[in-house]
């Protein structure tokens, strides 16, 4: 029989992005594609665009919800699957019930919140020994004590005929090179370079033969709106598109810009000049994986903090992070595509 294998996938949109250099080890001994993704419903575009994924299973579960008798219920209907292995991918008790209820002989996954019971490979995590999320992802799929791979980079396969329709209905033009900009952050305030950043850095953008996209979710328009009114010209598409459009269109971009967020993973994904804005979070554990990906960032001793809001109030890890240095980190990030 050959290998069934189902991945439980991460809640976050960058860390499910960074799980791909895991489906292509996955993927590079199978005779066809037979891994199915446990994922949620706001990740699962991510994984529809991922070479090797068979099936995708929307997980039905809010953030933080246990959701007991429902995660029984969904273990025991995947045992006809006859999954021979599952990989669970975040360190939560709740995410390693499905695949007990749901029979898989062999269940692996780091050992963390006492569920080692749950998991037949309950691996410690030597965060020192491994610092990047990706690497731990990868590790995964090893057998222990074997040298763990260097990953490979993210790669998410844009739906092209998609990026054309949706450019179609929103009246967007490829006639000029484009810069997309992704001011939102879903995580937190600390985590935004201010408005006042991206509204200099548009200007300078648009001087220079750019048209300007502001992406986001529905939930990054309060950040969007500020850059959008000081800027007129600017195309804000925040909200106007789902996730998997959205990283269509990134396919599209000459240069993009963008915080520490979903976006910033996946316009490294499709292979996109990126200059990713680094603050409170740390380019050490979650950075964007492309040759063509700079980091913009200031060493100062509070960064990163990991807080959602900046705890000391001054914000100087994104404050002074200047519109100037990221514009020549972009020009930098296209000249070496």
Known sequence: MSERILIVAPS?????????PLVAVLREPL???SIDALAPPWCAPVYARMRGIRRIIESPFRHGEVGFARRRALGRGLREQRYTLALVLPNSFKSALVPWFARIPRRIGYSAEARSLLLTDAR????????RLVDRFV???VKPGKLVPTPPAPVLVPNVSNATAAMHALGLSSQTAVAILCPGAEYGSAKRWPSEHFISLARQLIESGYAVWLMGSENDRVAAAPIATAVPSVRDLTGRTDLGTAIDLLSRASIVVSNDSGLVHA???VGRPLVALFGSSSPRFT????PVAHIARIDIECSPCYQRECPLGHFRCMRELAPDHVLALARHAQGSE
């Open 267 to 269: 316009a490294a994904a």
């Open 287 to 290: 950075p964007p994986l492309s």
């Open 139 to 141: 590790a995964l799929a």
């Open 31 to 33: 005779q066809e594609p």
């Open 12 to 20: 976050w949109v960058g860390d499910a992005i960074l799980s791909e």
């Open 124 to 131: 410690p995590l030597n965060e020192e020994a491994m610092p």
